[in-house]
């Protein structure tokens, strides 16, 4: 009991100070981030503005092509979002051909039951007839498109295309800002994970070392032993270490 009660005490004395500190600072610069614009917001407002600038435009949107596959950033109704979706799961469409190419794409009806059969034949129901999209992001890892939808014949004309371009630099700095938004939260989960197992591997280390008289170095090879006799990570190994003398179970046998 005494060597029980003196390994509970040690894992709740391991300094976890700077631990601590650390990760109130990344949940301190999380909630930063969670104050600025969301991206998908911009881009929605970004959206209403282009319909209210372009009498031919009865709809619009703005898609990505992302590793996992094309997704809708942001739409100005639902029938817009449907016919982005549809563009996306059929693999053809003015969205896609736009972000693909880093062209800009323009076409009437008939030109897109030509370009898009199988597309235009699922979006007759919608009543669009004309289609602008014009390329976001060229070049990049996660090119996209912003996509103007007219239910009027010839909505469009080769002057709405330089106009909205002004539009797509917008639209560029909300995508860059939502990639930069994305990558710093995964950045800081990947540190807040890092820290929480040192945390655990400094405290299942200070166990062996209770437990079997022996320096630091030497402890923590005999974590990395277990964890490649058991295959698991060196993680899992401390978590179950910390975890069996914190239930008062003896940990001899298996260290």
């Known amino acids: 009991m005494p060597d029980e009660i003196h ?9 976890t100070g700077g631990f601590d ?3 109130a600072s990344l949940e301190a610069v999380l909630a930063l981030l969670e104050t600025e614009d969301e991206a998908n917001a911009a881009l929605h407002t970004l959206c209403l503005q282009v319909v209210q600038a372009f009498p031919g435009a009865s709809m619009a949107g703005v898609t990505v092509l992302r590793t996992s596959g094309p997704v809708t950033a942001a739409v ?19 969205a896609l051909d736009a972000a693909r190419s880093g062209d800009t794409v323009r076409a009437d009806r008939a030109g897109a039951h030509e370009r898009w ?7 007759e129901q919608a009543g669009v007839h004309s289609y602008l999209s014009v390329p976001l992001l060229p070049g990049t890892e996660q090119p ?3 996509n103007l939808y ?14 909205l371009a002004l539009y797509v630099e917008a639209a560029a700095v909300a995508v860059r800002n939502a990639r930069r938004y994305g990558e710093a939260r995964n950045l800081i989960e ?3 994970i890092a820290l929480r197992s040192r945390a655990v591997i400094d405290q299942a280390k200070g166990i062996v070392m209770a437990l079997r008289g022996l320096d630091a170095e030497t402890a923590f090879d005999v ?3 277990r964890s490649q006799r058991e295959n698991v990570k060196l993680r899992v190994v401390a978590e179950r270490v910390v975890a069996a003398v914190s239930g008062r179970e003896s940990v001899r046998n298996g260290l």
Request: proline fraction near 5%.
């Open 7 to 15: 390994l509970h005490t040690l894992t709740s004395d391991v300094d």
């Open 21 to 23: 500190a650390v990760t």
């Open 76 to 94: 100005t109704s639902d029938v817009a979002a449907r016919l982005q979706e549809l563009q996306h799961r059929l693999g053809e469409g003015p």
């Open 117 to 123: 059969p199988a597309y235009s034949a699922s979006s």
């Open 144 to 146: 996209g498109s912003l």
């Open 150 to 163: 007219g239910v009027l014949p010839h909505a469009f004309h080769r002057m709405n295309e330089s106009v």
């Open 190 to 192: 990947q540190l807040r």
């Open 223 to 225: 974590l990395v032993a």
